[in-house]
């Protein structure tokens, strides 16, 4: 099976485009489609996780939706691909629904697995926030898959991939990108494998330096609930949530969030979760792996104290 993998274009290859390109090449074939200004060193990285070709289409310089429908559309019909991987961020989000409508494709939006095809081509997804599961079968020949980040583990094969400038008629696009901002430093809350995350019972944006203390020690990203951002506590980036930001990290830390159902709709895909709150009835203690009854205030700094003497000892 052929397959086409669609990497943005970046300083440096994100996390989630490596889990695209590494699950892509346990489907099949493995060519990969970028653009922009992509730099050597960053083209041999993604040969080594599977990828046994790169196009790069350099006459694209900014991410727009129509042109980029275009170009993976062009390296389809070059390669004769019968899949096309896309990771579920910002950008697959607008553009896997218009690859597959050119395409005449079935879209998989938010896989969570391998396609099955032992008896068709089926593929696991996320349903009803999280609470749920489906089994999605695609019948068209071919078909577009939206990786949800954090759910196929980047595999180094340490092989290398042949790199090809790729021209295509990509038509002009009706949006123009004027300005592009980034949002913070570090790690990008749906790359994050670590979060440490806070709600109102922080009781004011004053009090945040302990969140960030904590996150900078273990190397997390940081994070609230909704309340918190729309009252401008915190950054609208860092809201997570079904009406944010859906994270899957190894290890999520809740100080002081209630776990609303809405909450937990966009962080119940964490592999750990630890909760911190003083109230021994909250919702979150349901959901939690671990869970810590107390006050935030003397909780956190805690936490911190016992990972830096953790970390000493292992130095």
């Given amino acids: 099976m052929s397959v086409l993998v669609f990497i943005e274009a970046k300083s440096k290859v994100s996390k989630a485009a490596l889990e695209a390109v590494s699950y892509g090449s346990?489907?099949?074939?493995?060519?990969?489609?970028?653009?922009?200004?992509?730099?050597?060193?960053?083209?041999?990285?993604?040969?080594?996780?599977?990828?046994e070709k790169i196009l790069v289409n350099r006459s694209l310089n900014e991410s727009n939706d129509q042109q980029l429908t275009n170009l993976i559309s062009a390296a389809v019909d070059h390669t004769g691909a019968d899949v096309v991987v896309i990771s579920q961020d910002q950008t697959g989000k607008s553009i896997g629904p218009r690859v597959a409508a050119k395409l005449n494709a079935g879209h998989?939006?938010?896989?969570?697995?391998?396609?099955?095809?032992?008896?068709?081509?089926?593929?696991?997804?996320?349903?009803?926030?999280?609470?749920?599961?489906?089994?999605?079968?695609?019948?068209?020949?071919?078909?577009?898959?939206?990786?949800?980040p954090n759910s196929h583990a980047p595999v180094k094969t340490n092989g290398s991939a042949t790199v090809e400038e790729f021209n295509a008629d990509l038509g002009e696009g009706r949006?123009?990108?004027?300005?592009?901002?980034?949002?913070?430093?570090?790690i990008p809350l749906p790359e994050a494998e670590l979060v440490v995350s806070a709600g109102r019972g922080l009781k004011g944006p004053e009090n945040w330096g302990i969140v960030e203390d904590?996150?900078?020690?273990?190397?997390?990203?940081?994070?609230?609930?909704?309340?918190?951002?729309?009252?401008?506590?915190?950054?609208h980036h860092e809201h997570v949530g079904q009406t944010g930001i859906a994270i899957r990290p190894n290890l999520?830390?809740?100080?002081?969030?209630s776990g609303a159902i809405q909450h937990l709709a966009g962080v119940n895909g964490s592999?750990?979760?630890?909760?911190?709150?003083?109230?021994?009835?909250?919702?979150?203690?349901?959901?939690?792996?671990?869970?810590?009854?107390?006050?935030?205030f003397e909780v956190l700094p805690r936490l911190n104290e016992a990972f830096k003497k953790f970390q000493s000892s292992q130095n």
């Fill in 175 to 186: 949006i123009i990108v004027k300005e592009l901002k980034t949002q913070g430093e570090g």
């Fill in 108 to 148: 998989v939006s938010g896989a969570i697995s391998l396609p099955e095809t032992a008896n068709g081509f089926v593929v696991n997804t996320n349903v009803f926030s999280g609470k749920a599961m489906a089994k999605i079968t695609v019948h068209s020949d071919k078909k577009v898959i939206s990786l949800l």
């Fill in 252 to 257: 999520y830390i809740a100080a002081g969030i």
């Fill in 26 to 51: 346990k489907i099949g074939s493995t060519t990969v489609i970028t653009y922009g200004n992509i730099n050597e060193q960053e083209l041999t990285v993604i040969g080594e996780y599977g990828a």
């Fill in 214 to 235: 904590l996150a900078s020690t273990i190397g997390a990203t940081t994070a609230c609930s909704r309340p918190v951002s729309d009252i401008g506590w915190r950054p």
């Fill in 271 to 296: 592999k750990v979760i630890v909760v911190i709150n003083t109230d021994s009835e909250a919702p979150f203690f349901k959901a939690a792996d671990y869970g810590i009854i107390g006050d935030a």
